[in-house]
Antibody, heavy 119, light 107 residues
Framework: EVQLVESGGGLVQPGGSLRLSCAASGFTFSSYWMSWVRQAPGKGLEWVANIKQDGSEKYYVDSVKGRFTISRDNAKNSLYLQMNSLRAEDTAVYYC????????????WGQGTLVTVSS | DIQMTQSPSTLSASVGDRVTITCRASQSISSWLAWYQQKPGKAPKLLIYKASSLESGVPSRFSGSGSGTEFTLTISSLQPDDFATYYCQQYNSYFRTFGQGTKVEIK
């Protein structure tokens, strides 16, 4: 059974940093692109970033470029999101999701971890 | 970036109704469109991919159609479990984008 479990969320002050983790199991992690998607309270879904199987390609939404870094450790079956210079508008539930198939839709999602940026 | 626009934003319907949600892309995305269902406090669930392919395990009352810039999600006979918010997502570009969502409410 495919499982994605996020961790690392919490309360952080504006300008602070946080590192999210996503532990994957039930599939060959190193064979899949992976994504982070977020959802601000009461709002819709926003794609944040994704990363190729070997980490050689990474893409980000404009609003987080230069502040967030997506990475992975295939030996540990883990996906990460390093978030720096956090802003109030980064407050959201962050989901990790697997990408699969041609052009790669998001077929499995974790339960999400809440990040709150507030003083 | 490719913009995705869903309509309506909210839809009131009764059990047994046929429901249609529309998603428009700001430029052609061929058939690289997915539909997701999300219930409060839960992660999104993939329903449809490549515009019209039904994800394994999803009831056949869900169907998708369209290509290019116009897409629809249809629920042939709305069931109590279907009251939720639905999102379209384009994955033609490396920079994925979602529609703003359509909330399906009980009439």
């Amino acid at each position: 059974e495919v499982q994605l479990v996020e961790s690392g969320g919490g309360l952080v002050q504006p300008g602070g940093s946080l590192r999210l983790s996503c532990a994957a199991s039930g599939f060959t992690f190193s064979s899949y692109w992976m994504s982070w998607v977020r959802q601000a309270p009461g709002k819709g879904l926003e794609w944040v970033a994704n990363i190729k199987q070997d980490g050689s390609e990474k893409y980000y939404v404009d609003s987080v470029k230069g502040r967030f870094t997506i990475s992975r450790d295939n030996a540990k079956n883990s996906l990460y999101l390093q978030m720096n210079s956090l802003r109030a508008e980064d407050t959201a539930v962050y989901y990790c999701a697997r990408e699969s198939g041609s052009r790669r839709r998001n077929d499995y999602w974790g339960q999400g971890t809440l990040v709150t940026v507030s003083s | 970036d490719i913009q995705m626009t869903q309509s309506p934003s909210t839809l009131s319907a009764s059990v047994g109704d046929r429901v249609t949600i529309t998603c428009r892309a700001s430029q052609s995305i061929s058939s690289w469109l997915a539909w997701y269902q999300q219930k409060p406090g839960k992660a999104p669930k993939l329903l449809i991919y490549k515009a019209s392919s039904l994800e394994s395990g999803v009831p056949s009352r869900f169907s998708g159609s369209g290509s290019g810039t116009e897409f629809t999600l249809t629920i042939s006979s709305l069931q109590p479990d279907d009251f939720a918010t639905y999102y379209c997502q384009q994955y033609n570009s490396y920079f994925r984008t979602f529609g703003q969502g359509t909330k399906v409410e009980i009439k």
